[in-house]
């Protein structure tokens, strides 16, 4: 492999990213947004527009102020006003206080945007890092649009602002149209029809508007580029900027092929994103390379074995090497008993070979029905299949007066772990006194999360079938009761599902 060259890691979540539709961050959001960069250990944090608003203003000064080791960008047009300004909020940061000057330079953009000459738009773009250099030795320059700029004229701006002391030169895609074979020649080009162009560091700023950036950004590497100019998650304007997190991790995955290094702490990366998805509200894709909530889970039978035996069977990374604990099996319609096993066993339960095959048919079942399994699902197909129910709750007997005339009455004795108990308690309604009754004499807290009532056969003496959902601690249980009269069918589902919560409690604290 030739030799290992370190890339400059420029984050513009601040400025770029911030310019996302609905993504304005006020000063307090922004300075912590920049303490997570610094402990990502980018190498500059492009922190605002500091001519934008007081608000930017004060941010930037801020950051300057407080993050020690980035350097800190602001960026500014081209008049001497905006490079000032820029100045006034970067100076704390001394020398790692850079200045970020930009003009555009494709006909489309300076003939119907600025209305400018050519030769005018190279005169500002040298007078404006001229100027810029009176204040620091650490300036970029931008060619806005640099894309679609006429070769010959994009080679003339970057040497020439060179010459000015621009000390690092940016190459955008603004409008995020290069692909990358072409994005590598226009590099090539610079490199090899600019004269003074290793006296700067070459950086690139790609948009994603056809979901390129990150591409194009590597590609540019290979022709010679030094720097890339990035966002955690990807935002900016429009379809987003080139995603630090999926560029950073595809150098780092397959350095085997790309010569080039980082200073990046990855380890912090999906907090970094986490952050921001927090302090913007914008979130992130589940599908999202890297950091979205699916890029280490697995719900295929086939993959969740794999990964069992071995996560590289199907990670090219590790979870841990972007900070997140442990890649997450998700149980689904397509899991197999490898996985569903697992994860019982890490809930606790040690079962017999025929007790997971019943409990692995009712977990299919439940799949077919319901998107994801959770681990009160879980909770409850173990109890419903396999825990032998300890009734330390039994009905005697019952009745419930209903009706219009007087409030409804139930009146109820149970076997309440062997001493027999009676009360009679008013209730909204028949099976809501029913089930009070049922409280008061177990003493239980139980929430009630579902009650539905249904006929096994047709008819109107057709026996009535109950299903009651406690959850109680984070436990969800199932129970289940028939009667032709529906409040004692009521009654004994209610008495059930406590029966097994407290089989499934005790059976969890055994096990701790
Ligand atoms: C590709 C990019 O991401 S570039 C950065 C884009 N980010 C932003 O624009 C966010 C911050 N911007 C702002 O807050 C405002 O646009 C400001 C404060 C910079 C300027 O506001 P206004 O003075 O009201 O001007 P407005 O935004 O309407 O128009 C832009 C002006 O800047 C000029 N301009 C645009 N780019 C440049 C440049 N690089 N150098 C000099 N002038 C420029 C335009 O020609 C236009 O000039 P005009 O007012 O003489 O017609
Ligand atoms: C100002 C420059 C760097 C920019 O954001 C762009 O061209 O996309
Ligand atoms: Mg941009």
């Given at each position: 492999m030739s030799e290992q060259r370190k890339i400059t890691i420029f984050d513009t979540t601040l400025r770029d990213g911030e310019?996302?539709?609905?993504a304005s961050m006020n000063i307090d959001e922004k300075l912590r947004i920049a303490h997570q960069l610094e402990k990502l250990n980018v190498?500059?944090?492009?922190?605002?527009?500091?001519?934008?608003?007081i608000g930017d203003f004060e941010a930037v000064k801020k950051i300057a102020q407080s993050i020690k080791g980035p350097q800190i960008a602001g960026l500014c047009r081209s008049g001497f006003k905006d490079i000032d300004r820029a100045w006034e909020a970067l100076q704390?940061?001394?020398?790692?206080g850079r200045i970020h000057t930009f003009i555009a330079t494709s006909d489309i953009h300076m003939e119907?945007?600025?209305?400018?000459e050519p030769a005018q738009v190279l005169e500002a773009a040298v007078k404006a890092v001229e100027h810029a250099r009176g204040y620091t030795g650490n300036v970029e320059f931008s060619c806005e649009d640099a894309v679609r700029t006429r070769l010959p004229f994009l080679a003339e701006v970057v040497e020439a602002v060179i010459a000015a002391g621009a000390t690092t030169v940016n190459i955008p895609d603004t409008v995020g149209y290069a692909i990358p074979f072409e994005f590598y020649e226009i590099i090539k080009y610079l490199k090899d029809h600019v004269?003074?162009?290793?006296d700067a560091v070459i950086s690139v700023h790609c948009h994603n508007d056809l979901g390129l950036a990150v591409a194009n950004s590597l590609a540019a590497l290979r022709a010679g580029a030094g720097q890339i100019e990035c966002t955690i998650n990807g935002?900016?304007?429009?379809?987003?900027?080139?995603s630090l997190e999926e560029v950073v991790m595809a150098l780092r995955t397959r350095h085997d092929i790309m010569p080039y290094t980082t200073?990046?702490?990855?380890?912090?990366i999906y907090n970094a994103s986490r952050l921001l998805s927090t302090v913007t509200g914008i979130s992130v894709q589940?599908?999202?390379?890297?950091?979205?909530?699916?890029?280490?889970a697995h719900e295929a039978g086939i993959h969740q074995h794999g990964v069992m035996m071995d996560s590289a069977t199907y990670e090219i990374m590790t979870p841990e090497s972007i900070g997140l604990n442990r890649n997450k099996l998700v149980l689904g319609k397509?899991?197999?008993r490898h996985a569903f096993i697992a994860r019982l066993e890490e809930l606790g339960y040690e079962l017999q070979k025929e007790d997971i095959e019943r409990a692995f048919v009712r977990f299919k079942a439940l799949a077919d029905a319901k998107k994801e399994i959770f681990d009160e699902d879980l909770d409850a197909i173990v109890a419903d299949e396999v825990i032998r129910v300890d009734e330390r709750f039994k009905l005697l007997q019952m009745n419930v007066s209903s009706g219009s005339f007087a409030a409804p009455t139930a009146t109820m004795e149970m076997d309440v772990e062997g001493e027999r108990k009676k009360v009679a308690v008013l209730g909204a309604g028949p099976v809501d006194a029913a089930f009070k009754a049922i409280r008061q004499l177990t003493g239980s807290n139980a929430e009630l999360r579902q009650y539905a009532v249904g006929a096994?056969?047709?008819?109107?003496d057709a026996q009535g079938e109950c299903t009651v959902r406690l959850s109680e601690g984070g436990r969800e249980v199932i129970g289940q009761g028939a009667d032709e009269d529906i409040i004692v069918a009521s009654a004994k589902a209610y008495i059930n599902a406590l029966n097994k919560m407290a089989s499934v409690i005790e059976r969890k604290r055994a096990s701790l």
């Open positions: 310019q996302s539709p609905g190498d500059v944090i492009e922190a605002g527009f500091p001519i934008a608003s704390y940061a001394g020398e790692r119907r945007k600025l209305q400018m004269k003074n162009i290793d935002i900016g304007e429009r379809a987003g900027n080139c200073d990046v702490n990855t380890e912090h589940p599908n999202k390379a890297v950091v979205g909530a699916n890029a280490f397509h899991s197999g096994i056969t047709g008819g109107t």
